[in-house]
């Protein structure tokens, strides 16, 4: 399948929002708690059953991000979209199925699998043509897109919830509203699809200077880049930043409430649910924000703040954290934000260290440390809360070793991070090789008069 270039004239800010109409989309998947005490009491699940969805459907992500990169990039990015807004979709109308007919194997293969790899499909579909169309700004281009992705929950959450209270709680209501969500979707991702262009390659015969028709700076295969030091260091570097966000996220509302249960102003239900809200605004706007700020100060200076201050933020919440309630929010607000601002830099920083040659693919085998962290970052939260509240703790000291652990595995990704240097040449795709002629005119050129 050709991608669609772009005609003479075409703006290059009309990419971002084919990208944002994907990512909105798919961003979805962090409302998935909406439906969980609806599905554990129609269908008489456990919690656990009830997040198997959503643990699957990140797992999937990375999966299909990783085998799918290098197809997204020889077919480009309105095939990855189409592709996305087919499965993901579908995983709704097979979970409406499975709602409808109390199948609970059903949701979990339409929302989880089906969906899943529309998940890891569209999330990678339009970064490499990002980049490729701000050359001058990749962080910040990236950033936008990938904002989307933080943000859809922002929408989903109270639309989804919405519409379990017009539907009703039921089987029933549960199958209506996720069929709602499957065409809606699809409706909305057909604007991404038919929006996306890739930039127009110049000729390089209308190049005065064939090496100047080359992509600058390394260029380096999905092949060979996983053969290399710094991608495995990025891998931890991201695993570590999304491990240290995700154990905060997931349990963000009984978290607060436990901080300051045994305080005199203990946290209500509401204001935990707004506590909530405020972090997946952090966690958007830090997508945008430090995603842009790395096009200033570089991707390396962004991910020490990411991990050297995420570290800072974790030791004030353990150390004096139930003291004090702004500061305990201001500090899981800044942690949120470096954990949007990781998935959100990380394609700008593939971009400096492997070029633009597969960047859509790297990225998606990257994706890999996703799917690692969705998994470790709760069961780090969740089993040590388990096992401290069967000691008889309670409170604050229910989460006070799993904080210590977060500082720890944000410490390796400071030193990862720091490991990051060039790639060697020997890794990068041999350059084209110039004709007799343009070799003897550059000979030419370089001698004196």
């Not at 300051?260 to 997508?287: K, Q, Y």
Request: charged share 10%.
């Amino acid at each position: 399948m050709k991608p669609p270039v772009a005609p003479t004239g075409w703006s290059r800010w009309l990419v971002p929002p084919a990208a944002l109409s994907v990512h909105l989309s798919i961003g979805q998947a962090y409302a998935w708690s909406v439906f969980k005490p609806p599905l554990e009491s129609a269908l008489d699940l456990s919690g656990t059953q009830s997040a198997l969805p959503f643990q699957l459907g990140i797992v999937m992500l990375g999966l299909s991000a990783a085998f799918g990169g290098t197809l997204v990039e020889r077919n480009g990015p309105r095939w990855a979209m189409a592709v996305a807004l087919v499965c993901f979709s579908s995983g709704f109308l097979l979970s409406a199925l499975g709602a409808a007919t109390e199948q609970y194997w059903l949701i979990v293969l339409g929302y989880g699998f089906v969906g899943g790899i529309g998940l890891g499909i569209g999330y990678i579909s339009p970064v490499s043509t990002l980049i490729k169309w701000f050359p001058d700004r990749p962080g910040m281009a990236t950033g936008i897109a990938i904002m989307g992705f933080g943000g859809g929950a922002l929408i989903a959450s109270p639309w989804s919830a919405q519409m379990l209270d017009s539907f009703g709680t039921d089987s029933d209501g549960i199958a209506l509203a996720f069929l709602v969500h499957g065409l809606t979707y699809a409706v909305f991702m057909t604007l991404g699809v038919l929006l996306v262009r890739v930039p127009r390659q110049e000729v390089r015969a209308q190049s005065p200077d064939p090496a100047s028709a080359a992509p600058a700076g390394p260029q380096v295969s999905a092949k060979q880049a996983i053969r290399t030091p710094q991608f495995w260091c990025l891998w931890v570097v991201l695993c570590m930043n999304v491990t240290a966000g995700i154990g905060i996220l997931e349990k963000a509302a009984p978290m607060i409430t436990d901080f300051f249960a045994d305080t005199s102003t203990p946290v209500s239900v509401s204001a935990a649910a707004g506590f909530v809200a405020l972090l997946s605004a952090a966690n958007m706007a830090g997508r945008i924000g430090w995603s842009s700020t790395s096009d200033l100060i570089g991707r390396k200076n962004v991910y020490r703040l990411y991990l050297g201050v995420g570290a800072l933020m974790y030791l004030l919440i353990a150390l004096y954290g139930d003291a004090s309630k702004p500061l305990f929010v201001v500090c899981a607000l800044v942690i949120l934000s470096f954990y949007g601002g990781g998935f959100a830099t990380v394609p700008a920083y593939l971009k400096d260290l492997f070029g633009t040659y597969q960047v859509g693919a790297i990225h998606g085998r990257l994706l890999t440390a996703w799917s690692t962290a969705g998994v470790l970052g709760p069961l780090i939260v969740n089993r040590v809360a388990d096992s401290q509240e069967e000691a008889g703790k309670h409170g604050s000291s229910l989460y006070g070793l799993s904080f210590t652990i977060m500082i720890g595995l944000l410490v390796v990704g400071f030193v990862a991070n720091e490991l990051v240097r060039p790639v060697h040449v020997r890794h990068h795709v041999p350059a084209p090789r110039e004709s007799a002629d343009d070799a003897a005119h550059a000979r030419d050129r370089q001698q004196p008069a």
